[in-house]
């Protein structure tokens, strides 16, 4: 419930956030659309790390109920907050910061991994 709330919010943020016009000076429209991107970033940042599947984050009940649905959850919700984070295609692509981070998330991936895998159980063996 946690995490398709977080995603339907950040989707209905976005959306709405489109349909404001850019280009206005109206600060009723300008705060509207710095309140909807805010909402929309931190959804998607919230989301993603939900997904994490350690501690009692949601991610970890997923995870023990379907691995191949986490990891569907986990690519759809990395590849959303990849689209939103990269901005209009107009604008000049980030390639470099889009390289650094997608290698910052696969170390974090492949930690929880072998944490998951490997350390968590040991752990509970000696308990």
Do not use: K
């Not at 970890?60 to 990849?82: D, K, Q």
């Not at 209009?88 to 991994?113: G, K």
């Amino acid at each position: 419930m946690q995490l398709s709330s977080l995603a339907v919010v950040s989707f209905a943020a976005w959306v709405v956030h489109g349909l404001l016009p850019a280009a206005s000076t109206d600060f009723a429209v300008e705060i509207s659309r710095e309140t909807l991107a805010t909402v929309c970033l931190t959804g998607l940042g919230s989301l993603i790390l939900l997904l994490v599947p350690i501690g009692r984050l949601p991610g970890r009940a997923l995870y023990s109920w379907s691995r191949p649905t986490l990891v569907g959850l986990v690519v759809v919700g990395v590849a959303c907050a990849a689209v939103v984070y990269a901005g209009n295609p107009d604008e000049a692509f980030p390639v470099l910061p889009l390289i650094v981070a997608a290698i910052a998330f696969a170390v974090i991936a492949l930690s929880t991994w072998v944490w998951v895998r490997y350390v968590e159980p040991a752990a509970d063996d000696l308990i």
